[in-house]
């Protein structure tokens, strides 16, 4: 008799309805009550323009412990490569490519984006208590032949903490 089988390929139909509407549930409830986001706004050039926002690579502090860091990322190098940052409290980034598809990530840290040539990627990290020291800045989007040149350091200097100069 057919319907045995007939019944199993049901079972299966549901078993997978059942698995999407668990991961669209899980996303749903992660998105809307817990606040979880992708990892950063982008922006066009022309709508940062519009906010009155320069880009001008580099690091600024506007406040105690509150940074702006502007980042220039090209074939292959991140500008500034070497971002100093004293105790700080709240650091917004904003990302962009002159060339080609780059990808940020502090290493150890929540900090990684892409970076699209022609738009600006804004994001906000707070840096935990625990971070301190160099910390390496990589791109983790292949683009190109010097790919694994591009790399750079985010210095978190803590006061009353000695730097421990490798973490
Ligand atoms: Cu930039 Cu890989």
């Known amino acids: ?7 199993l390929e049901y079972i299966w ?10 991961f669209s549930a899980s996303m749903a409830y992660y998105g809307f009550a817990r606040g979880l986001n992708p990892s950063c706004t982008v922006y066009t050039m022309e709508e940062l323009k519009a906010r009155g926002i320069k880009l001008e ?6 406040g105690p412990g ?3 860091v502007t980042i220039e990322a090209r074939q292959f190098v991140w500008i500034p490569r070497e971002i100093v940052l004293r105790d700080p409290v709240r650091v ?8 080609v598809i ?8 929540s900090v990684n984006v ?7 990627a804004e994001f906000v990290w707070e840096p935990p208590k625990g971070v301190s020291g160099e910390v390496l800045m990589i791109c983790h989007e292949y683009c190109g032949i010097g790919h694994q040149l591009m790399w ?4 978190i200097e803590r006061s009353g903490a000695r730097l421990s100069g490798g973490g």
């Not at 917004?92 to 060339?99: E, K, N």
């Not at 780059?102 to 840290?109: A, E, F, R």
């Open 1 to 7: 008799m057919e319907s045995r089988e007939v019944t």
């Open 13 to 22: 139909v549901l078993v997978i309805i059942a698995v999407i509407a668990g």
């Open 57 to 62: 690579p580099g690091v600024r502090e506007v």
């Open 66 to 68: 509150i940074y702006e």
């Open 92 to 99: 917004t980034f904003r990302v962009y490519s002159t060339d």
């Open 102 to 109: 780059h990808g940020l990530h502090i290493v150890g840290t």
């Open 114 to 120: 892409m970076v699209f040539p022609g738009y600006v």
């Open 152 to 155: 750079g350091k985010v210095v």
